[in-house]
């Protein structure tokens, strides 16, 4: 099917059994929609939410099998500012209405990286915000705006990807110098990679469990493996 709207899409991902598509529309626009992923073309939306202000980018996900979807915006606060605040909303599949927003606290000077995650079960859901000087990595419980945990990630500069394990346990982190995974529960650095000299890891991925590190880039592939010992 083809949803055709007078903005394009930022983003979208499928959730709820695969049985709802979410998206964020609109470049700069605060608008996001729901739609069954059973429709036919045309497909009109579930419901739409639309919310006055700017937003500078944004991110979306879902998770796989439960109703649960979220949205990460980096928000203007006011029309003339240069600086930028991370604005999380949780939905459900039934209803336009947020289930719970969260106003993060800080604001953001040269923003350079933003993505939000969901566990596959939505229990765990973890935004990232980076700039020059590092990452926050936020976590949530899947009907609370109050952040479960909130810490500063020393990630040697801002991201370039990062991945979350299917059971939102593992955070992996990479950007040009190095790729770390980080435990969700405490923001602990699990493990560190750091490619050789003039290499950089361009992709990167983990087992459901965490358990298990891909990493790939100019180096080649190479994969670890957490023991009782760590990664290795």
């Given at each position: 099917m083809l949803f055709r709207s007078s903005w394009l899409a930022d983003d979208a991902s499928l959730g709820n059994r695969g049985t709802e598509v979410f998206t964020n529309l609109g470049s700069?626009?605060?608008?996001?929609?729901l739609l069954s992923g059973h429709d036919q073309d045309p497909p009109a939306?579930?419901?739409?939410?639309?919310r006055v202000g700017l937003n500078y980018t944004q991110r979306s996900a879902s998770a796989g099998?439960?109703?649960?979807?979220?949205?990460?915006?980096?928000e203007y606060p006011t029309p003339s500012s240069s600086s930028l605040t991370p604005v999380v909303r949780a939905y459900r599949g039934?209803?336009?209405?947020?289930?719970w927003q969260h106003d993060q606290g800080f604001t953001v000077f040269g923003l350079q990286y933003m993505d939000v995650f969901c566990s596959r079960d939505g229990e765990r859901v973890v935004t990232l915000v980076g700039a020059s000087s590092g990452a926050r990595m936020t976590v949530y419980g899947p009907s609370s705006a109050t952040p479960l945990l909130s810490v500063q990630l020393a990630t040697f500069g801002a991201p370039l990807r990062?991945?979350?394990?299917?059971?939102?346990?593992?955070?992996?982190?990479?950007?040009?110098l190095t790729v770390q995974a980080f435990d969700v529960a405490s923001g602990?650095?699990?493990?560190?990679?750091f490619p050789p000299s003039g290499s950089f890891a361009g992709a990167l991925d983990l087992s459901s469990d965490g358990a298990r590190l891909v990493l790939a880039g100019t180096f080649g592939i190479q994969t670890y493996q957490r023991g009782a010992a760590g990664y290795s």
């Open positions: 700069y626009v605060n608008r996001r929609g939306p579930v419901w739409t939410d639309e099998l439960a109703d649960l979807h979220v949205t990460l915006q980096a039934s209803s336009s209405q947020v289930l990062a991945a979350l394990s299917a059971d939102g346990s593992t955070l992996l982190v990479g950007n040009s602990v650095a699990l493990h560190q990679h």
